[in-house]
């Protein structure tokens, strides 16, 4: 607790930033997913501050996923369109959560490569950028849906009708926003203690409230219109705002649908946040580590409890995490806090929240994209070689093609054709030891699978004749059946071409391949010694 509080004056000016970022999302997710709109609200509430607290990630944020917005959409519809029985799917999500983290399924997320994680980030990073500029230009025909930040294959539709109707309004909040943040970072914060104080974000959702009031009493000789503004349900009572929450109809128990969508719920939650994890990670300034199983758990009992009061499934989210590093996050208290002032501001000054222009928040947003899309990061990985920046722009491309999830696969997918290709390429060395002898050492490497038996057949084809060949196993950890009976076929064929054969390391004569000597006694076993044969031996 004492680290926690130590870096309050990072954290939250950091969960002020995320908490305007986060709104907007609640909403636009909730709207997306077919769900009452105050749902999207209690998952935000939930994912800050009972995942917050139960994370071991430092700088992670949780709430409602853009990603599960198609599939929660598609659950309701299958269950009858009754939300409450959705709830209580994602109740039984939640404790499926919880067991895969006892289980040790977190490890998951150590199998994705680098490349795949860089390219999740800038492809998020560009459909921000892409969704946003419809807001920040003002295209009337947008909607706070929009604001679903990991959408798929219509991510350009917004940008191909944009200039149909760009709002002057919305544009010069938007202008002065990004002026105002892009000049607070690199001119003010590092001349004047005021400035690094009070984070750019809130100066820009100020400003942008205060433009919206002169805007509407006619100050400012340009309109918002209802749908540029932020629209959080404002309770009359407080009878009213707890009428917004819900509970699971447990009646629902014997529906077996409900625990079909469960196990969809929980495990495309569970691999989201793990792959959000991994990016948090690499982002994180301190280079700290999540423990990823006790994630799952944490993501298991915020998703419990979301579903028990009527909220969306929740799971760790890039958007809002990233604006957390970016905006001077040091600790989990930020996502803590981030979710006290969601409760705090729903509960006393919604009317305040509705007056922020979308634009403003556009601006924020843009930012964070960029951040996250640098064109330094795609040269960076350019330089780095085709097998890095292949994973790389596959993974990028199948995010703003279709959607964050398969976008992945098909970044790893590539990655593991990569992985596939320098297997194949790499399986053997060979080398003349004398080359007026014609005296051959065939090396195989550590793994050598029944993918690589085209290469090896191909080169011993290439062996002349009269020659004398050694074939060295002694590195050699896995070596696949079919790849031991080309070398038996080998060895049975080489006196009909005088060809001298030499094992080191490996048998062929035995029913299973013969493991590598751990030590130099081992070579004493008959059946891993090394064994000069001559063509008349064979």
């Known amino acids: 607790m004492t680290e926690l ?5 990072y954290d939250l000016p950091a969960s002020i930033v995320v908490f305007f970022v986060a709104v907007p999302l609640c909403l636009g997710i909730a709207l997306a997913s077919g769900a009452p ?5 209690i998952a935000g509430i939930v994912g800050g501050i009972v995942v917050g607290g139960a994370s071991g990630s430092a700088l992670g944020v949780s709430g409602p996923a853009a990603g599960l917005a198609v599939i929660v959409l598609g659950a309701i519809a299958t269950l009858g369109g009754s939300f409450e029985a959705f709830l209580l799917a994602v109740v039984l999500a939640g404790i499926l959560q919880i067991a895969m983290g006892y289980a040790g399924l977190g490890a998951i997320a150590y199998y994705f490569p680098s490349s795949v994680i860089k390219g999740m980030l800038s492809g998020i990073g560009l459909l921000i950028i892409i969704k946003q500029v419809p807001h920040a230009l003002g295209y009337v025909g947008g909607t706070q849906e929009e604001l679903v930040t990991t959408g798929g294959g219509a991510a350009l539709n917004p940008v191909a009708h944009m200039l149909d109707s760009i709002t002057p309004g919305a544009l010069l909040v938007s202008g002065i926003a990004l002026a105002l943040l892009v000049s607070w970072e690199n001119f003010l914060a590092p001349r004047a203690k005021l400035f690094r104080t009070v984070p750019g974000p809130l100066a820009a959702v100020a400003v942008g409230i205060l433009m919206s009031g002169l805007m509407a ?17 404002v309770a009359g009572s407080v009878s009213e705002f707890l009428a917004q929450f819900a509970t699971p109809d447990f009646s ?16 495309i939650a569970s691999i989201e946040t793990l792959l959000c994890v991994e990016a948090t990670d690499r982002l994180d300034p301190q280079k700290r580590i999540t423990p990823t199983n006790r994630e799952l758990k944490a993501q298991g009992l915020g998703n419990i409890v979301s579903g028990l009061i009527g909220g969306l499934p929740v799971t760790q989210v890039i958007v809002r995490s990233s604006a957390n590093i970016s905006f001077g996050g040091r600790t989990k208290m930020s996502a803590i806090l981030h979710g006290v002032l969601i409760l705090l501001c729903v509960i006393a000054i919604p009317g305040v929240l509705n007056l922020i ?3 403003t ?20 990985m350019y330089r780095h070689g085709w097998e890095q920046f292949t994973p790389f722009v596959a993974t990028v ?10 976008g992945i696969g098909i970044g790893l997918a590539v990655g593991i054709a990569v992985v596939l290709h320098h297997n194949l390429k790499n399986p053997f060395s060979v080398t003349m030891r004398h080359p007026e002898a014609l005296e051959y050492r065939i090396q195989l490497a550590e793994e050598v699978s029944f993918l690589n038996k085209g290469s090896i057949l191909q080169q011993l084809q290439e062996i002349p004749e009269d020659s004398h060949v050694v074939i060295d196993g002694s590195r050699s950890k896995v070596v696949d059946f079919d790849v031991l009976e080309i070398l038996r076929d080998f060895r049975n064929t080489a006196p009909a071409r005088r060809i001298a054969v030499e094992l080191q390391g490996i048998s062929l004569d035995a029913p299973f391949q013969a493991i590598r000597p751990s030590s130099p006694d081992a070579s004493s076993d008959p059946a891993s010694r090394s064994t000069p044969l001559t063509s008349s031996k064979l």
């Open 5 to 9: 509080l130590k870096n309050i004056k």
């Open 37 to 41: 709109l105050f749902s999207g609200i």
């Open 217 to 233: 009493s006619g100050a400012i000789p340009f309109t918002l219109a209802a749908n540029q503004l932020v629209a959080i349900p």
């Open 252 to 267: 629902a128990f014997a529906n077996r649908d409900v625990y079909i969508v469960a196990l969809v719920l929980a495990l």
């Open 357 to 359: 222009p979308l634009a």
């Open 361 to 380: 928040l556009a601006a924020i947003l843009l930012v964070v994209g960029y951040k996250l899309a640098k064109p330094a990061l795609f040269m960076q």
């Open 397 to 406: 491309a199948g995010i703003l093609t279709f959607d964050l999830l398969t």
